[in-house]
């Protein structure tokens, strides 16, 4: 059999260009093929049908042929190649006579067309299938895309359906909240009214009570009512504290009572009240000390008594012109009841009156503040009923006072409360929004309660609102909410400041920090926010700005939880200096001016806590630099900072008294933070330097300062605190410090250091004072001169101390020298 691929040898193949050339030419001569084919429109239409006439009809028979007939096979013969040969026949000249072809060529036409129709059925057939897969894919994918969609819009529908009813739930908790507190703020004042009756009537029953005169003094017909107008006293009343003669009876002069005032009060400033609330003072009373407690006089004491032993009450007794008993002597006591009753919060509410004894001696006490009497019986039963009624207030002022620090603050830049201002803030749905609405939640839930607690539960109420607060701070600076963290600060600052011992409740852990990794929560937040936002404070930056504001009140918070802090919290602040980068941030002199006072305050607050000496002078953790405690970078800063003239101000004077406020307390905490101190390289020539620039205005002349005596006397004062450190620091070293190799190592920016010492210590010590400084800053510079002759022998020998004296020991006949010997003296001085 014919085999079609052995026309071509076995190493024929088509490569891609030839490939593309043969599809090329296909496709061409199927197009041509196409254009030849006849259009169905413009085919002719069909013939009729017609008769046809065959002829007449042939015999087939003499070409049938049985199958048993051989004779016109061909032969087959086997050729030497194992091939076949087929002989065949020689085919006659006579051939069969050919059927006549009746075909219409119209049906041809129409057969091709019927192909050519059958192919396009088929093609289309195929974009049909291909047209419904890819519909098939766009609507599914639209049906995705469309789901998608429905699914968030749904959700966010759902979201913010929850939104409204948490908004509309708070809006609820708050007005709830304020008709609880409008309904005790209404209570309150029924009951302050009602505590005010019960004093007045009270105290008019003791009026009543003092003006029942006996009958022997009614028959010398005293006056029913006092003087409408003050009397003014005799010079032999006024002198009656003077003599202590006892002479008969006579009168008093009652004087009005007015409200208490700071100072003293003249006669011509004091108002009549109606005559219920006036009272005599009848013999054997005096002023008790304290503003609820009475205390029972010894009536073995008094020198004249008020009535006889017989008598069962208190009567008004008249004296005559002679001096008065010797116990009927007042004492001013105006400042301390006024202390007490800012101590004690029930002082406020309370009535005041004054009695005079001398017109240049005024005292006065509150209504509550009992006198004591000879026969004090019904005045200790009344002020027992008073101070039981005093005591009911006094224990619900703390849980009140929380409520209203956390209602009622508000932040001077903001024109809302702060409770009320977070409440406002804005965050992005997630379980933070569900935390910080959690946190409000549980503020409200305490505020709503306080009217109904017992005054023993204000503690758990202030562990509840601070944990609250504290975790609304840390979502705050998690969500870059500077204003309203800044405002929550100041709060959390003046709750520190108000509450008792309020750190228990403020430096707590997070639930979910280990063992090991346990950090006070709000110490975290403050410290993060330094490091993410304070960085970027600039020295142009004010303390109105958004992040000065922010400043301010972190570090002002910082110095509120360090001011008060207990003996067995106070390791829980070493996290500040520990933490990386903090104490740079906050020393670093491109800062304003106003933040570096705040920041170097609170660090000198931090240096009063002796246990905080290491992570003060240590090398915060995770910082990898070589541990020379030489050179701490914070330590540097300070000392940069200390010699730094450029900034003026009061507020630059400031950084530096706090500054070696911080110096002076470290050493003094620990013997090891003192060899730290001195061994710096950075400590002793900043304290020199900044020395000798105090000590310069005062003997080369300053206009600015001669003429303004109160900051020569601050320059002295300073410079008199600074000369004590620098002995302090000297002579206290344990080992014998060596001065000159110290001050000729210094760092290269201490230059002259050798000469700056010996030109400071010889000017404290022998110098003559300026004759423009005052005598008691005179006196000053005088005691520290010893100081500084001590410090100056540590340096210079006999013979060297002898010279630095007889140069500041000038007579009146070297006042002549000319120039060059005044300069040649202080060049040899230099020279030392």
């Given amino acids: 059999m014919f085999d079609s691929d052995e026309d071509f040898p076995d190493d024929f193949v088509l490569d891609d260009q030839t490939l593309a050339i043969l599809d090329k030419e296909e496709s061409r001569f199927e197009e041509s ?114 789901g998608e969609v429905v699914i968030l819009r749904k959700n966010i529908e759902k979201i913010a359906q929850d939104h409204a009813a948490q908004t509309a739930k708070l809006r609820a908790a708050k007005e709830e909240s304020e008709a609880k507190q409008t309904q005790m703020q209404k209570e309150m004042k029924e009951e302050a009214e009602r505590l005010k009756t019960l004093f007045t009537f009270k105290q008019h029953e003791i009026e009543t009570s003092t003006r029942k005169s006996p009958w022997s003094a009614r028959s010398k017909k005293a006056p029913m009512a006092p003087l409408a107008t003050p009397v003014p006293l005799s010079l032999q009343m006024q002198r009656w504290d003077e003599s202590g003669a006892v002479a008969g009876p006579s009168r008093i002069i009652q004087e009005s009572p007015t409200r208490p005032r700071f100072g003293e009060i003249v006669n011509n400033e004091r108002t009549r009240k109606p005559a ?109 009923t008073v101070d039981e009624e005093s005591e009911e207030v006094d224990p619900h002022r703390w849980i009140l006072d929380l409520h209203r620090l956390v209602l009622m603050h508000m932040e001077p830049t903001c024109r809302m409360t702060t409770f009320h201002a977070l409440l406002g803030v804005s965050l992005s749905i997630g379980p933070t929004s569900d935390a910080y609405t959690s946190a409000c939640s549980r ?17 758990l109420a202030a562990q509840a609102i601070c944990g609250a607060l504290i975790e609304m701070a840390d979502i705050l600076a998690v969500s870059n909410h500077i204003t309203s963290l800044a405002a929550l600060f100041s709060q959390l600052t003046q709750i520190t400041y108000t509450l008792p011992a309020p750190h228990r409740y403020l430096l707590v852990y997070k639930a979910t920090d280990s063992a090991e990794d346990r950090v006070p929560r709000i110490l975290a937040v403050i410290c993060s926010v330094i490091q993410d936002h304070i960085s970027k404070l600039v020295i142009h930056d004010t303390e109105k700005s958004e992040l000065g504001l922010l400043a301010k009140e972190s570090l002002a918070l910082l110095e509120a939880l360090c001011w008060n802090t207990p003996s067995d919290l106070e390791n829980m602040l070493a996290f500040v200096p520990r933490c990386p980068s903090v104490l740079s941030i906050l020393l670093d002199s491109s800062r304003p001016v106003w933040f570096l006072f705040q920041s170097t305050r609170m660090l000198s607050q931090f240096s009063t806590r002796p246990v905080l000496f290491q992570p003060l002078l240590s090398f915060p953790d995770t910082e990898g630099q070589s541990q020379d405690y030489t050179r701490l970078p914070h330590v540097e800063r300070m000392c940069s900072l200390l010699i730094d003239s450029s900034r003026t101000s009061n507020e630059a004077d400031g950084i530096k008294r706090h500054i070696l406020t911080f110096f002076a307390m470290l050493s003094e905490a620990h013997p090891t933070a003192h060899t730290i101190i001195i061994e710096s390289q950075s400590v002793i020539p900043s304290i020199i330097v900044y020395l000798y620039g105090l000590s310069a205005p005062v003997w080369q002349g300053d206009e600015a300062m001669e003429s303004d005596p109160q900051a020569a006397s601050r ?43 010996v030109v400071t210590m010889g000017r404290l010590s022998f110098a003559d004072v300026p004759e423009w400084v005052q005598e008691e800053d005179k006196q000053d510079l005088e005691r520290v001169a010893g100081l500084a002759k001590d410090l100056l022998e540590l340096l210079m020998d006999a013979p060297q101390m002898d010279a630095i004296w007889a140069t500041y020991q000038e007579g009146p006949d070297e006042e002549m020298e000319d120039d060059e010997e005044v300069e040649a003296r202080r060049l040899a001085a230099n020279m030392i």
């Fill in 33 to 146: 093929r196409r254009v030849d084919e006849p259009d169905l429109e413009d085919l002719p239409p069909p013939a009729k049908r017609q008769k046809l006439d065959t002829g007449p009809r042939q015999d087939f028979s003499a070409f049938s042929r049985s199958p048993d007939d051989t004779e016109d096979l061909p032969d087959i013969t086997l050729c030497g190649d194992d091939t076949y040969k087929v002989e065949l026949p020689q085919q006659s000249i006579i051939s069969a006579p050919q059927a006549t072809s009746n075909v219409n060529p119209s049906l041809i036409a129409l057969e091709r067309h019927l192909a050519c129709l059958r192919k396009q059925k088929n093609e289309l057939h195929k974009e049909k299938v291909r047209l419904q897969e890819e519909l098939r894919h766009t609507l599914s994918a639209k049906l995705a895309k469309e």
């Fill in 276 to 384: 219920v609330e006036t009272r005599n003072l009848p013999s054997g009373f005096q002023l008790s000390t304290t503003p609820t407690k009475s205390r029972v006089t010894d009536l073995s004491k008094g020198k004249g008594k008020a009535t006889d032993s017989n008598q069962k009450g208190p009567s008004q007794v008249q004296f005559d012109s002679g001096p008065p008993p010797a116990s009927f002597h007042f004492e001013s006591t105006q400042t301390n009841l006024f202390q007490a009753a800012r101590d004690d919060g029930s002082g406020a509410a309370a009535q005041e009156d004054v009695f005079m004894t001398d017109s240049n001696v005024d005292t006065n006490f509150y209504s509550q503040d009992d006198v004591e009497m000879t026969d004090g019986a019904q005045d200790q039963q009344i002020h027992v």
């Fill in 443 to 459: 503020i409200l839930d305490v505020l709503a309660n306080v009217p109904t607690q017992e005054h023993q539960a204000w503690e």
């Fill in 715 to 757: 320059v002295i004062r300073r410079m008199n605190q600074t000369t004590f450190l620098l002995h302090h620091l000297m002579f206290k070293a344990e080992t014998p410090l060596r001065l000159r190799e110290r001050l000729e190592r210094a760092p290269r920016h201490y230059n002259g250091l050798v000469h700056l010492f």
